[in-house]
């Protein structure tokens, strides 16, 4: 089992930014892939990022792509998406998500694992 904490989220203004963190716990981190995902007020969950188990691999919504990135610290079991230029639309929960896959997954059911997610509310 693989235990994933998120945390980071918080309220701003329109062009700020946040840093989000997850934390995983349980099984060893790697190779798992994590992705992060979010998801507003009566919408489906939606894929915004992922990262492949080195490090070496990303990818990106077209939604984010250029304001957000995704890093990941295989010490510290920790994976981060740097969010910003924040708009409106942006607000929603984030959940981060781990898959146990050397590829690079961008679909929610690909992932075995999920957060309670940590929300982010950006004001106009």
């Known amino acids: 089992q693989v235990r994933l904490v998120e945390s980071g989220g918080g309220a701003v203004q329109a062009g700020g930014s946040l840093r989000l963190s997850c934390a995983a716990s349980?099984?060893?981190?790697?190779?798992?892939?994590m992705g992060w995902f979010r998801q507003a007020p009566g919408k489906e969950r939606e894929f915004v990022a992922a990262?492949?188990?080195?490090?070496?691999?990303?990818y990106y919504s077209d939604s984010v792509k250029g304001r957000f990135t995704i890093s990941r610290d295989n010490v510290k079991n920790t994976v981060y998406l740097q969010i910003g230029s924040l708009r409106p639309e942006d607000t929603a929960g984030y959940y981060c998500?781990?898959?146990?896959?050397?590829?690079?997954?961008?679909?929610?059911?690909?992932?075995?694992?999920w957060g309670q997610g940590t929300q982010v509310t950006v004001s106009s």
């Open positions: 998500a781990a898959a146990t896959t050397y590829n690079l997954p961008t679909t929610r059911g690909d992932y075995d694992y």
């Open positions: 349980g099984r060893t981190f790697s190779p798992f892939a």
């Open positions: 990262i492949s188990w080195s490090g070496g691999s990303t």
